[in-house]
Every structure is written in C-alpha cells, then in structure tokens.
C-alpha cells in the first residue's frame, strides 16, 4: 500500500464506516480508499463493540438505516433473521456493529470496476495537512500519503475529575472508563462502586455488572442525579391526542422566534451598516425557545399527548437552532440545560428501564445529586468527598471502587486523542469557541489556527459538536457522511452513481 490514496479516513467506528461505504457505493470510475483502524473489527468503535446482550440501541431498528434514502434498511437486514422484529424493537448494539460491517463489505463488493477498499489495521500517531494532501504517520513506523483525509476518531475516553484524587487514579480501585478492556475486572460481587455520572454510559455500566453476577450496592452520582427517560413502550399506541400533535405549531413557534430574531438583527444593521462584530441571530435565547417548547409541550400533555413526540419534532431544526445562538447562549446552555435537554433527548429502551427501575427498589442501585468534591485512598476503601445537591456542609461516601461514567471528554486537546492535540499544537486545526470540538466549516472541513478551512483535511460525527451540537447519532452520522462523500468525490472529479444504481441488499 505504497501508492497514493484518494481519500484516507482515520478510525472505522460508525462515522468512518459509514463514510467509506458511501464513498464505495457512490465512486462510478477508479477510486482508492484506506480505512485506517487499530482494532480488530470494522464498524465498531467504542459504541457497537460490547459483546453484551443487554446492550440495547437507544433508537429504534426503524430509524437506523445506514442509507438516508432506504430508512428501513436496517430493519430488513435484523428480519433476515427475526422476521417478526418490529420498527419500535431496540436491538441489540453488538448486532448494529454487525450491520455496519457487512454495509461495508457489501458496498466494496458491489463497488465499480476500480474502486478499492483497504482496511490496514494501525494506529494513526500524527496526521499532517500539506500542500496537496495529507500525510498519515503509523504506530508500525509506515506512513500514507493522500489526496484527501478525514477524522473519524469517534468519542475520547473519559476525563479524570478535575479534583484532588488522593492518588486513586494511580491505583486499581480506580475505572477511567466501563468500555476499556477488562474494565471491570478486579471488582469483586459483592464490593460497593461508585459510578460518576448518571447518563446512559452509567447505564450499560450497570446492566455489565449485573451480568457478571454483581451484588453489592451501586452508587450512582451526577450533578443534577438525573436518569435518562425511557422511550416508549413496544407496541404502545400513540394517544389520539399526538396523531397531530400539533407538531408543526411547534415547529412554527421556535422557527417565529429565529425571525424575530434575524429581523431585529437586520433592523439594527440597517441603523448601524458600519458596526463589525455582529454575531447572525445572536438577540436569540435559549429561555425564550425553551418557553415556547414549554408552552407547547404542555399544551400536548394536558390533551393527552406524548411529550416524546414533541422533544422529537425538534431534530430537525435543533442544529440551525444551536447556530443561531451567540457564544454566551450556548454556554448557558451547556451549564444550566444540557442535563435537563439530554435526559429527555437521548433516551433508554423500555426494558433497560425496567432492569434499573428493578435494581433501584432492591437497593441495589442508589442516585445521587451533588458534586465530588475529593477522593482519599484507605486501606480497604475508597473515601469520596461530595456535597449533596442544595446542602453546603460535605459528606463521605465510602466505596471499594469508583468507575468514570462521565462519557468521554469533549475537548480536542484530550490526552486520550493524540492525533487532534498535534493538529492543534501545529496550527492546522483549532477547537471550536465552546472548546468542545473541532471548528469546522459548513461542509466538514477543518479550520486552522487562523480559521482558515482545509483544502485537504475533513471530520464527521462528534468532533463536530461544537458547531452542529446533534452530532453523535447515526440519523446525523449518516447524513453528515452522504454530504461529506458527495463532496469529496466532486473534488476528485470522481463520476459519481446515482443512488438509483447504488441500492443496496439487506443481507446479514
């Protein structure tokens, strides 16, 4: 593989796959395309790499199409095997990781005479944006060379706590992260643990545990103590009273609140042409369409709605929504929001809410609201220091270990993702104004130092956070790798196939 590359995507979890399949199944004339990953498996990443049954996707089958034009896609592909799954069925997520592998495989198998799929097994150490390309350096001391690359790097590991950790991270009784190989080795059945963070990574925390035969008591702790809802229950029936749901009044409500606010911003650019600095929409607050979502959501419930339907409605303007917003309202939301909005948005799977509904009224599973204030090392224990949610005087929890459920650390300059931090360090990238992503421009295409965007250099999927904020589930991941293969494959004046011609089988 010493030739030079069209395009080289770096990691194959779900947004690399996805963007390889497409690049595969929309090139009409020669093509080369590497897929470089470190582990074993195609199409896993952290998300789709448990081997557990009990991890459930927390979207429906219906709605996990690899392909924006076949929406059922997935659903057909689970049928092959389980005819009578149902649209509503959450399956489980080893099994979407197979799905995303054989999207691949089919999609090179069936790609036009001269596109070529390779799938190197190593790991990016740097990636450089030169003069007419990219250059890829290799942990086995190789390098790749191409016209076009793309970070796909997924999720970081979890951050330590930014707290006095009384050398807990330096020892055994101390998990960075649930998905880390033999994580959750060393706990024995019957020892109490502390998991930092209540979001759904706590939740498939649990469920491991109670796999491996777990007994002891679970402690759980965020800042708010908020569990995800569940979705609704298979084959429950939408009320009467959502089957309009009046969902496009709801939609209307927030798009008149971006008006108004782009009319007042016009008025006061049409006063003062010269003023410089103007931020577009940025008169928007997120209280004010919070209000308006409030009012309609409300409004639906006491009809005998389902409050669902309404958070849903949003998706499709979420995005634009979170661009019109200044700097100082997204951070406002980040502080005081984010909790509330991602309970509600990110939902669990019935049955997965039933299991810790269960383990909650045996006591096995206890929620805290508060903050960690320190970690102290004993003997035989660890000592948490936390204040309570709305109490001033501290308490100690003692646990035998403590797992971080937080999710994985936001900022690029993360420790865990070295290929990012040398971007940075070199000027070729820079993080996005939240510090919670990469900046990007509108088509993907990374921002340098000087927030000037790559000829060269691309990103999908949660690097992209900071400008699109809905940016780490597949309805968005696949969309995002459409637009960004489209692109890419204008650019190398590759012809490309009409999805007429490209649609793919559902064959596991």
């Keep these: 593989m010493n030739s030079r590359q069209d395009v080289i995507i770096i990691g194959a979890g779900a947004s690399g796959t996805l963007l ?9 004339s020669p093509l080369r395309v590497t897929l470089v990953e470190r582990g ?13 049954a009990r991890h459930l996707l927390n979207v429906p089958a219906g709605r996990m199409s690899a392909w924006v034009e076949d929406p059922e896609h997935f659903l057909r592909w689970l049928r092959v095997e389980a005819p009578d799954t149902p649209p509503s069925a959450f399956a489980e997520r080893r099994r979407y990781g197979q799905y995303l592998e054989s999207v691949l495989k089919e999609s090179a198998a069936r790609a036009a005479p001269g596109v070529v799929l390779e799938t190197p097994r190593d790991e990016v150490t740097a990636v450089a944006d030169t003069a007419d390309g990219v250059r890829v350096s290799l942990a086995s001391g190789a390098s790749l060379e191409a016209r076009s690359g793309v970070l796909a790097l997924g999720n970081a590991l979890p951050a330590d706590l930014r707290v006095p950790d009384g050398g807990l991270y330096a020892s055994p009784r101390y998990h960075r992260s649930p998905w880390m190989p033999g994580a959750l080795e060393g706990i024995a059945s019957g020892e109490s643990v502390l998991l930092v963070g209540t979001a759904l990574t706590m939740v498939d925390t649990v469920l ?6 777990h007994q002891g008591t679970v402690h759980a702790l965020s800042r708010h103590g908020l569990l995800p809802h569940p979705h609704r229950a298979h084959g429950a029936k939408t009320p009467a009273a959502a089957e309009p749901l009046r969902i496009r009044e709801l939609l209307r409500s927030v798009r008149r609140e971006m008006d108004r606010c782009r009319d007042a911003e016009t008025a006061t650019q049409a006063a003062s042409p010269s003023a410089e600095g103007v931020v577009p929409f940025s008169t928007l607050r997120v209280r004010d369409v919070l209000h308006a979502m409030r009012q309609e959501v409300e409004a639906q419930a006491a009809a005998g709605a389902d409050w669902r339907a309404a958070v849903d409605a949003l998706r499709p303007v979420t995005t634009p929504l979170w661009q019109r917003l200044s700097e100082t309202e997204r951070r406002r939301f980040l502080r005081h929001l984010r909790a509330y909005w991602e309970v509600h948005r990110h939902r669990m799977a019935p049955e997965i809410h039933d299991a810790l509904d269960a383990w909650r009224r045996e006591g096995r ?6 903050r960690v204030l320190g970690f102290e090392l004993e003997p035989d224990a660890v000592a948490v220091r936390l204040r309570p949610r709305g109490e001033r005087e501290p308490q100690v929890l003692r646990v035998q270990h403590v797992i971080n459920c937080t999710g994985p650390e936001s900022s690029p300059a993360s420790r865990s ?11 070729q990238a820079r993080a996005d104004a939240l510090g919670i992503g990469l900046a990007t421009a509108g ?6 130092a000087r927030g000037q965007p790559s000829a060269h250099l691309f990103t999908l999927g949660p690097p992209r956070r900071g400008d699109l904020w809905e940016t780490t589930a597949v309805p968005e ?12 494959l204008r650019r190398l004046g590759v012809s490309r196939t009409p999805p007429s011609e490209a649609a793919p089988t559902a064959s596991p």
């Design 417 to 427: 993702q070295p290929v990012l931090r040398g971007l940075l360090e070199a000027g």
């Design 20 to 28: 390889a399949a497409s690049l595969l199944r929309g090139a009409h």
């Design 477 to 488: 991941i696949r969309s995002q790798a459409r637009d960004l293969a489209d692109l890419l």
């Design 365 to 370: 599973l206890v929620l805290h609201a508060g």
């Design 40 to 52: 074993e498996r195609l199409g896993r990443g952290v998300a789709y790499s448990t081997t557990s």
């Design 208 to 213: 491991s545990l109670g796999e491996r035969g």
């Design 443 to 448: 088509d993907g295409a990374v921002l340098d």
